[in-house]
């Protein structure tokens, strides 16, 4: 197939939906397909050559974080281009209610579009707001995706339709056989855990980890939390007691292959993420390098942790429950040895291998129910595509 993927957020930075773009794009070539991808990056940034970028990106608050977006008549005009060269048989767009190339994308499109929802917002001023304006677009939607249960109560709320659910894909071997670190590595003495994200950023949960961190240090002394991720370390620090802060090392942000090295090295990943989560990444991705996972019990989260069989949870927010639960896994490292082993194995569900194969098969459902429209316009497939791909 000639396909074409719209990424709304900025290639220059990393996050999720730009790991989900770009790994869904290099497993369909390698399977044979012809992709392009268009999404936002500034002139100097390094693309894939299946990339095209749709311009410089401007910061913009939403869903409680910062995304890179662009948008305007600049954009439109080589959303369009992009879509005259580029003739697709698919048209996959990702966030298409977020104000981007996606929704420049959607309106300018005609043919065969799936569309995949990845955020988990059940009240959004944003989405209320632009939702009679893009309306008539999103009827174009053949194929609706959403990443997980979350995701689809958000297009259900505030959308409307369905969505079939299809999780995030993680190439699972990469992770498995990263090496591990010697730096990194903990002693029954000084054991090691890790926290990744974006560090100045509230909901991902590094304020509730400190603030569990003196209980943790009273029954581990020798305890090496290691922050890998974006961020200023002295900001984030202002208020923390010296001896939360001597137990911290910060790593800054880390390449993919270290990002792996990281997970399979430390004796607990911890996520203490507060909300905003769809689905969470990087919990297969930690689940696929053998961590024992520690998470916040948010529902994106239980669902992928199998409701606590494949890690650990705690209670959202509440730094004495993760003190509790953290404290008790750095004691018994037969029960972390039993959720790592019950992670691997639950995280090749999650494996490109089977997730493309759902994504492809929504591609192919669209494409042959838009052909046979054509063919019965008063006929079942119209039926079919008012409500989207089931």
């Not at 697709?88 to 990702?94: C, N, R, S």
Request: charged letters at 20%; glycine letters at 10%.
């Amino acid at each position: 197939m000639r396909i074409g993927i719209v990424c709304p957020y900025s290639f220059d930075v990393p996050g999720g939906v730009q790991f989900h773009v770009r790994d869904l794009a290099e497993h369909l070539i390698g399977q044979g397909h012809d992709v392009s991808v268009l999404a936002p990056a500034d002139s100097e940034t390094e693309l894939p050559d299946y990339v095209t970028s749709a311009g410089r990106a401007t910061a913009v608050r939403y869903n409680g974080s910062v995304a890179r977006l662009n948008f305007g008549p600049v954009t439109a005009s080589k959303v369009g281009k992009w879509l005259d060269a580029g003739q697709f048989d698919v048209l996959h767009l990702h966030e298409p209610v977020t104000p981007s190339v996606s929704v420049l994308a959607l309106m300018a499109a005609e043919g065969p579009i799936v569309a995949t929802f990845h955020t988990s917002m059940l009240r959004s001023r944003t989405m209320q707001t632009a939702y009679p304006i893009i309306r008539p677009s999103l009827e174009k939607i053949a194929g609706r995706i959403a990443v997980s249960e979350d995701a689809r109560r958000t297009v259900t709320t505030h959308v409307g339709g369905d969505a079939v659910v299809i999780p995030n894909g993680v190439y699972v071997d990469r992770f498995a056989s990263a090496q591990r670190r010697s730096a990194w590595m903990g002693t029954p003495a000084s054991p090691t855990i890790a926290f990744l994200g974006r560090m100045g950023e509230p909901r991902k949960g590094l304020p509730v980890l400190a603030a569990a961190l003196p209980e943790i240090l009273r029954s581990v002394p020798g305890l090496r939390v290691l922050v890998a991720g974006p961020g200023d370390p002295d900001e984030v620090t202002q208020g923390w007691s010296p001896e939360v802060v001597a137990a911290c090392e910060f790593l800054g942000s880390v390449s993919d292959d270290d990002k792996a090295s990281l997970l399979a090295s430390v004796d607990v990943y911890v996520a203490p993420n507060t909300g905003g989560e769809s689905f969470g990444i990087i919990l297969i991705e930690a689940m696929s390098a053998g961590a024992c996972v520690l998470a916040s019990d948010l529902s994106a989260f239980s669902r992928v942790l199998d409701g606590g069989t494949a890690g650990a949870m705690f209670a959202n927010e509440q730094p004495d429950a993760l003190a509790r639960t953290l404290v008790d896994l750095l004691r018994r490292p037969e029960r972390r040895a039993e959720l790592a082993a019950a992670g691997q194995h639950r995280a090749r569900l999650f494996d490109w291998s089977v997730v493309a194969d759902e994504i492809l098969a929504v591609y192919e459902t669209v494409i042959e129910g838009i052909a046979a429209a054509h063919l019965e316009p008063q006929g079942r497939w119209n039926r079919f595509l008012r409500g989207g791909a089931r």
